[in-house]
């Protein structure tokens, strides 16, 4: 075949990027599922049509490039003028004022920017040397960008900005893919893998179902990156730290028994469904509220926080690539270990402080107007089908409360809420409210949200043919105490409950562990073929450490000292 490359365009196929691309999820979306009807044709005379017509086969592009000739065509000065296209699109970006406030908030460097700008004066007759020093540059940017992404705890996660800078990295990689290029264009070997990589790019460019997976984990990441940070205040890094768990989490025990009777108590009154769910709801988001201003513990919101930790730490750098198995292994042992204290602190004071409570009532002669029904409550805890697929409810609540509270957390840094309610007249310049807002915000509405899943989810039942309910451990755990107090039980009875509230409680940890694990996981891209060896390792690494899992060996604290340097940083 006669090399002929005169003719074709390779200005497109350089650039990948259009600023007519959508980046907003409604026109994305639409834009897909049209194209799914009537597919995007490349403009004819262009390496995309020739690669469209040829089923993405590369050889005939291959076979027009004239490789000793390649200079008297107009393939350089097509790839000059493609780079030049994306690096204005890269410095645009640094050059924005928002972006460029962020920079300075977080004390990065903004100039490399500029002198990428400089730098494109004289791009066609760059040697090897000078090529090398705009890729050195672009390296610069790179850093500044993934240093962006990483204090997102100081600016928030913004699904735009997150979005935006994610395309800004492709145009970095492009563009040091067409540097390359430049440094190599009469390799047949260099092209070959270029061309390899936009077949496979064009795959993946329009398919709606990859798109809505990637907006649907960048959601999912805005969410749990704030429930991270809350999560590291959930894992003992030394015994000092364990045995302070113990103590908080008996303090939401004693709270949540409280709490229980008075739950108990209302189930005397006659109220319609839509009575009741609410003040069940009311009961339950004052508890939670009150446990955390009291500085409480409620062992069932831990895994939650601890599983988008684990998932942070996998993911430290925020470049989607996974360190040491031994290392999350290690955070995990940590994580379960904090678990099972504030579990036995929980399940103890729940139980104890109840039969006080009991005690007390039976004192003064008032325990029958308690309403307790200890035969029905019982009944409630018995090992079965439903107690399992009623804890596993709570936990998914649980999971889903703990993603509410970090979304929120992360909304009011991202859109500057408290800086806002300073400077508003409506809200009276209040410093006081900004710093609720900013501190308690989140706290505050995922405790809200979990009072409402938990006390009204029977409500489920109404109106799905399914009979849906809940079971928390230390609220069913109270409930045990109150009846082993008012009602004699045989010694079978009172083992079958016990383990049904074993049941409870591991269900509840086990599915809202495993949700938030693995949304936090797949939002930061790992693959589910990461979750086996994980699995594998914990399991064999229990059986020859078992006492780890449940008690802290040391008081190393690497965890720590990470959060120390970053907040340093």
């Known amino acids: 075949m006669q090399k002929n490359t005169i003719n074709l365009s390779f200005y497109s196929f350089f650039t990948k990027y259009s600023l007519m691309d959508d980046y907003g999820f409604s026109s994305g979306f639409i834009s897909r599922v049209f194209k799914k009807i009537l597919p995007s044709i490349p403009e004819e005379g262009t390496v995309e049509f020739l690669l469209f017509k040829n089923k993405k086969d590369i050889n005939p592009i291959i076979s027009l490039i004239d490789f000793e000739a390649i200079y008297s065509t107009q393939i350089p000065q097509e790839l000059d003028l493609s ?49 090398k020093e705009l890729i050195t540059i672009l390296d610069r940017i790179e850093n500044n960008i993934l240093s962006l992404r990483r204090f997102k705890s100081i600016i928030g996660v913004n699904l735009h900005l997150t979005i935006v800078t994610r395309r800004i990295l492709e145009y970095i990689q492009r563009v040091k893919e067409l540097l390359d290029l430049k440094l190599n264009i009469n390799s047949e070997t260099h092209w070959r893998e270029i061309l390899n990589k936009h077949s496979r790019y064009c ?13 649907f984990d960048l959601l999912i990441f805005e969410a749990v990156e704030h429930t991270s940070n809350k999560g590291e205040k959930y894992i003992a890094e030394t015994k000092q730290e364990y045995w302070q768990f113990l103590r908080k989490s008996m303090l939401g025990g004693a709270l949540i028994a409280i709490f229980a009777l008075l739950k108990i108590y209302m189930g005397t009154y006659e109220l319609s469904p839509m009575a009741y769910a609410f003040i069940a709801s009311l009961n339950y988001a004052i508890c939670f509220i009150l446990v955390k201003q009291m500085g409480g513990i409620i062992a069932t919101k831990q895994p939650a926080m601890t599983a988008s930790t684990i998932a942070k730490n996998i993911d430290k750098n925020n470049n989607l690539t996974y360190d040491s198995i031994k290392e999350i292994v290690s955070l995990i042992k940590k994580a379960l270990s904090s678990q099972f204290i504030s579990i036995v602190g929980n399940f103890t004071m729940a139980l104890v402080f109840s039969c006080l409570i009991f005690k007390i009532f039976q004192l003064f002669g008032m325990q029958n107007s308690l309403g307790i029904e200890p035969a029905y409550l019982i009944k409630d805890v018995v090992p079965s089908i439903h107690l399992i697929i009623y804890a596993a409810t709570a936990g998914v609540f649980l999971a889903l409360s703990g993603l509410i509270s970090g979304y929120i957390d992360n909304k009011v840094i991202a859109s500057k809420i408290a800086y806002r309610i300073t400077n508003s007249r409506l809200f009276l310049n209040s410093t006081t409210l900004a710093n609720f807002v900013k501190t308690k915000g989140g706290n505050l509405i995922g405790n809200l949200s979990l009072g409402i899943f938990l006390g009204s989810a029977f409500l489920l039942s109404y109106i799905t043919p399914l009979s849906i309910d809940i079971r928390h451990i230390a609220f069913s755990t109270s409930y045990v105490g109150y009846s082993f107090m008012s009602l004699p039980f045989d010694i079978l009875t009172i083992i079958k409950a016990l383990v049904g509230i074993m049941l409870i409680g591991l269900t509840n940890l086990i599915v809202s562990f495993s949700i938030t694990l693995l949304l936090a996981l797949k939002s930061r891209g790992a693959k589910l073929s990461l979750i086996p060896r994980l699995f594998i390792y914990s399991t064999q690494d229990f059986i020859k450490n078992p006492l780890e899992y449940f008690m802290i060996k040391n008081n190393s604290s690497r965890l720590l000292k990470r959060d120390s340097d970053d907040k340093t940083t």
């Open 83 to 131: 780079i030049k296209a994306l690096c204005l699109k890269i410095a645009a970006f640094g050059l924005d004022n928002d972006i460029n406030h962020k920079f300075r908030l977080l004390n990065l460097e903004s100039d490399a920017f500029e002198t990428l700008i400089s730098q494109m004066v004289e791009l066609e007759s760059y040697d090897t040397l000078k090529t």
């Open 203 to 215: 795959k993946e460019k329009d398919s709606l179902r990859a798109f809505i997976v990637r907006h």
